[in-house]
């Protein structure tokens, strides 16, 4: 049936799938033979995309990646709502950083890793596991102890149906597997790709929210596609961010969430909690 959908899930809920089917070769094998991030893609060598962060937990020195996120000022990071939803209690939030700059060398020795702080979901956003058809206002914000970068993300104002039929740009920090083992091969650098924007088929999203997106591969490279590890990844048009990946469909088209209809909710949080502890007084925006 085409009208299942495939939540992307962060990594961590596969790890937990996988340990506890391992016994079941078959759903292994169809858990290994995912590849986590973006297919078909190439590596990222600018530093203009240096705003596209990983989110990352950091347990016993050993670095696990979680979703993709961009960073927009020096204290806030914009990710999909079901990247960060497991990570709200202290124990969970407290093995939480964001990881940037360079991925292919352990941000342990790098230092480029920060502290998440604060977590804030989208006030309606409600996701059912038991019902992957179920996501609504798939966006969060992610308060994070300061950090100073040369590019952060810009989000684009206008509407984003004025966009349909545009070229759009993807990148993904998702992981990639080695041996059929998750979190072997993280040390990978970002992976770009391109596609059309295109209205999504209700078919397959018949009770997702709308607003929301469609990206389409294009005729060049078909096969060319964001995927599960790349979730709250930025959807990228004139080096703006204009939209937050929270699905792949069965047909490798990948939904997101428009930034364009929730710019107000993003300003208020970060206007509101501008004098948060560990704020420094130079905030860009
Ligand atoms: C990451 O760091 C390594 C080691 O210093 C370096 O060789 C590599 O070029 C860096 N990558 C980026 C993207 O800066
Ligand atoms: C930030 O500015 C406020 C008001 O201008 C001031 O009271 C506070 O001490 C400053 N904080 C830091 C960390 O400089």
Redesign the pocket.
């Known amino acids: 049936m085409i009208e299942n959908i495939f939540k992307i899930v962060t990594s961590f809920s596969l790890l937990i799938s996988v340990s506890s089917t391992q016994d079941n070769e078959g759903i292994y094998l169809r858990q290994s033979t995912r590849a986590l991030r973006l297919i078909e893609g190439e590596t990222v060598t600018t530093t203009v995309y240096d705003y596209v962060i990983v989110l990352a937990s950091i347990i016993d020195q050993e670095v696990h990646r979680k979703c993709t996120a961009s960073i927009l000022t020096s204290r806030w990071v914009l990710t999909a709502a079901h990247c960060v939803e497991a990570y709200q209690d202290p124990v969970q939030l407290a093995r939480m950083y964001i990881w940037y ?2 991925f ?2 352990s941000p342990l020795e ?1 230092k480029f890793y920060s502290k998440i702080l604060e977590i804030f979901i989208h006030p309606h956003y409600v996701y059912s596991y038991n019902n992957d058809q179920l996501d609504f206002n798939d966006i969060a914000l992610v308060r994070v102890r300061s950090v100073l970068m040369d590019n952060y993300g810009q989000l684009l104002a206008t509407d984003y149906l004025a966009l349909l039929g545009h070229e759009v740009t993807f990148i993904g920090g998702g992981q990639t597997e080695k041996r059929g083992f998750i979190d072997s091969d993280d040390m990978q ?1 970002l992976r770009i790709g391109r596609g059309v924007l295109m209205t999504c088929d209700k078919n397959f999203l018949q009770k997702m929210s709308f607003p929301l997106i469609c990206v389409a591969p294009r005729c060049e490279n078909k096969k060319q596609t964001a995927w599960y590890g790349d979730a709250g990844a930025p959807l990228i048009h004139d080096n703006k961010i204009i939209a937050v990946l929270v699905t792949i469909t069965p047909t490798v088209v990948t939904a997101y969430v428009p930034v364009s209809p929730y710019l107000h909710w993003i300003y208020n949080v970060i206007e509101t909690h501008k004098n948060s502890l560990y704020s420094i007084n130079k905030t860009r925006f």
């Open positions: 700059k360079n292919t060398v790098t650098p």
